[in-house]
């Protein structure tokens, strides 16, 4: 039976079965197996953050010239995979984040079935560091370890790519000259409790609405995140938690996306809203990050 048309169909279906941001990226690499000859191989691949530190992906990668020792002989095979698979992702800021993954992969074609018999799946592993330099386009530099059985065995390929971001999450947002951007002011001594003197501390204000009533008002808008939680129970209490720690902060928990949101109010920039993020980290040493959202305000 022929398992590859299976794959294709869960491979499409699959975004659609879970609550997913709308995220998106497709691109295209080089991929060197550590057995291979001459040259380099290829890969497509597509991507889908359905969670903020979890991803769904799919990628064909096309292996040529692998060669093997077979009783002091050389054997030569070339080979096309398909695999799915998820990938956890730790951000360590808003350009650089790391990844590890796993999955299956399906050969689909193999001109020596000694070395790789087709149509066959194994397991992998993979590691890899995504690096974000423009708002649309990033490179990812990883490794692959492919459980394989017959003659090719374990092995192990890296590859460099690039790709294109799309969706919802990163559409362009046009800000008019009636957009207020959140203004920021110094914290009034009576209102909140004392505080180091040595430290610059800021409220960031909600913008007083000033918009023209026949201007759109459902657009996506950047916003400091701290976190997201399936439960509203637990975002709760690690809002109340940051409101008891940063008692200065204007900080409120938002639903969206079936998330349970912990954010700033909206800014009229991305540059904007990093800034802040830069404010927080030097004032308190707190971290969030910078996310675009659609939400009625």
């Known amino acids: 039976m022929n398992k590859l048309p299976i794959i294709l169909l869960i ?7 879970i609550l997913a941001q709308d995220t998106h990226k497709a691109g295209i690499g080089f991929n060197y197996h550590l057995d291979q000859e001459n040259g380099t191989g290829y890969q497509l691949f597509y991507q889908w953050q359905f969670a ?4 769904f992906e799919s990628r064909y990668i096309i292996n040529s010239d692998i060669k093997l020792q077979s009783n002091e002989a050389d ?6 995979q398909f695999s799915i698979g998820a990938n956890f992702i730790k951000r360590y800021n808003n350009e650089l984040s790391i990844k590890a993954g796993t999955g299956l992969g399906f050969i689909t074609t193999s001109s020596n079935e000694s070395v790789i018999e087709k149509q066959t799946m194994a397991p992998y592993l993979m590691f890899a560091a995504s690096y974000k330099f423009t708002n649309d386009f990033s490179i990812e530099f990883g490794q692959f370890t492919h459980f394989n059985r017959d003659m090719l065995q374990t092995n192990h390929s890296i590859f460099l790519s690039v790709s294109y971001q799309f969706g919802q999450s990163l559409k362009n947002y046009s800000p008019t ?6 203004s920021l002011k110094p914290t009034n001594s009576e209102d909140t409790p ?6 610059t501390t800021y409220i960031a204000q909600k913008p007083v609405p000033n918009e023209p009533t026949n201007s759109p008002i459902n657009k996506p808008r950047w916003y400091v995140q701290f976190g997201a939680f399936m439960n509203e129970t637990n975002g709760l209490k690690t809002l109340n938690q940051l409101q008891k720690t940063y008692p200065d902060l204007a900080l409120r928990l938002v639903k969206n996306k079936n ?16 800034d802040h993020v830069s404010s927080l980290k030097s004032d308190y040493n707190l971290s969030g990050y910078v996310t ?3 939400i009625n305000e």
């Open 292 to 294: 675009q959202l659609l």
């Open 259 to 274: 998330y349970y949101r912990i954010l700033t109010t909206h800014f009229i920039s991305k540059q904007r809203a990093e």
């Open 75 to 80: 054997i030569f095979a070339n080979y096309d």
């Open 177 to 182: 000259e009636q957009d207020s951007p959140p």
């Open 11 to 17: 491979s499409f279906l699959l975004p659609f079965s």
């Open 52 to 55: 903020e530190s979890f991803e």
């Open 194 to 199: 004392e505080i180091k003197p040595s430290v």
